[in-house]
């Protein structure tokens, strides 16, 4: 099935440093989330974005829904070690079944 | 806040065996919900969609009869993995979608299966 590009793949960062990741698709999508996934666990909701150019906070992170409605974007400021895992952008076309992205893992370096 | 419980969280057994996992929506009626499959380092893909009172819709490339789905109440959806392979060994996760439309889906905490 179709997968939406996410990018990074991986990042190494230093604790406190601020943090950006995108996704693309060839496809329209009605809504965008971004979920983040610790080690054996299911995935957790950070951010729901509804509409074109919609840019929504949820503490420190921040996520824009492109105007082509093709894109988005997750920023992390001042990561903190509770931040590492890995972070799926999830495209939904109305049907509420959900394509999700290829994922970005987060490393925080001591 | 909308929670999925997923039961069990780990499943051991032999080849052959067939193994049953259940979702359940804890908080609120669930008219569809989701399973998605996860390999090592991989991201979620879309088994099927589970409909409460009639047949689950599969995913091209999903074997109707090998994963058999049932979604009985309106809070309970299983999926059975029927003589699981090791091909089989997975983290297999369900979501369900809160009653209002528009409301974001939420995740169980997956169960990891493994086939000796």
């Known amino acids: 099935g179709q997968q939406l590009n996410q990018s990074p793949q991986s990042m190494f960062i230093q604790e406190g440093e601020d943090v950006s990741m995108n996704c693309t698709s060839s496809s329209i999508f009605n809504t965008w989330l971004w979920y983040k996934q610790d080690p054996g666990e299911g995935p957790v909701l950070l951010i729901a974005?509804?509409?074109?150019?919609e840019l929504t906070s949820n503490g420190r992170l921040t996520a824009q829904f492109g105007i082509t409605r093709k894109d988005s974007f997750l920023n992390i400021s001042a990561s903190i070690p509770s931040d590492v895992g890995i972070y799926f952008c999830a495209g939904d076309f109305g049907n509420e079944k959900l394509t999700f992205g290829t994922g970005t893992r987060l490393t925080i370096i001591p | 806040g909308a929670v999925v419980s997923q039961h069990p969280s780990r499943v051991i057994c032999k080849s052959g065996t067939s193994v049953k996992i259940e979702c359940r929506s804890l908080d609120f009626q669930a008219t569809t919900m989701f399973w998605y499959r996860q390999f090592p380092k991989q991201s979620l893909m879309l088994m099927a969609t589970?409909?409460?009172?009639?047949?689950?819709?599969?995913e091209q490339g999903v074997e109707k009869d090998k994963f058999l789905i049932n979604h009985a109440s309106l809070t309970l959806s299983t999926l059975t993995v029927t003589s699981a392979h090791p091909e089989d060994s997975s983290f297999y996760i369900c979501?369900?979608?809160?009653?209002?439309?528009?409301?974001?889906?939420?995740f169980g905490d997956g169960t990891r299966l493994s086939i000796l």
């Open positions: 979501s369900a979608s809160p009653p209002l439309n528009g409301q974001p889906q939420h």
């Open positions: 974005l509804y509409k074109a150019g």
């Open positions: 589970s409909n409460e009172g009639s047949k689950a819709t599969y």
